[in-house]
């Protein structure tokens, strides 16, 4: 089954608001309680669910213990993915301090820099290792997918490195510039920069009465 991205981004903040309605003991929830919350209509939360045949009963909501297991079972890997951060400056690091970045479904096993005052060192608990040692490393510990924060000039010369030496399946970039990968590798680019002018774009256009 082919599932459009915008409804996989959906389904990931379902599970998230799950995660927060078990932690406060709720038990049952609706599609209008989901909705109101992430700012999606009841009717598109049903649709989004109805996927993965009827979860819920009309007029009685979805167990939330069950519908958090049902989903997260959908989107748990068939193992725990290692990857590899590139670049541990500050937004690298800001990434390792994320809670988020806690999870069983990977785990971040070795970072690689330039920095002298870096390499050699565990940031956050894992190992920094000199970009030089990339190919040696990546293969050594089986990373599958790379996170890239290094500055753009940067970002193209260690993903060809990296891709041509290792058997990365997945990227997600965060260097401000466009990437190009081998077929096989599949590439997530999250600009903040161009997030952020679409947030001032919606905003100045809603001030002027336009519809977003």
Request: hydrophobic letters at 40%.
């Amino acid at each position: 089954m082919r599932i459009a991205e915008p409804t996989v981004e959906r389904l990931v903040q379902y599970i998230r608001f799950l995660e927060r309605c078990r932690e406060s003991g709720k038990r049952v929830v609706s599609s209008q309680e989901i909705g109101d919350a992430l700012g999606i209509k009841a009717s598109q939360v049903r649709k989004d669910l109805s996927y993965f045949g009827e979860i819920g009963k009309r007029g009685v909501g979805y167990n939330v213990e069950k519908l958090y297991q049902h989903l997260n079972s959908i989107f748990a890997p068939p193992k725990t993915w290692k990857i590899a951060m590139i670049g541990v400056g500050n937004l690298g690091e800001a990434l390792l301090g994320y809670k988020a970045f806690e999870s069983e479904k990977f785990r971040i096993v070795a970072l690689f820099d330039i920095d002298p005052n870096k390499i050699g060192r565990k940031i956050h608990g894992i190992h920094c290792y000199d970009v030089e040692e990339m190919s040696k490393v990546l293969n050594e510990e089986g990373v599958e997918v790379l996170i890239i924060t290094t500055p753009a000039s940067a970002a193209q010369d260690v993903v060809d490195r990296a891709t041509s030496s290792a058997p990365i399946k997945g990227i997600l970039n965060f260097a401000p510039t466009a990437l190009v990968v081998p077929e096989h590798v599949i590439l997530y680019n999250v600009d903040i920069f161009i997030e952020l002018e679409k947030l001032l774009f919606y905003i100045k256009l809603k001030e002027r009465g336009g519809n977003i």
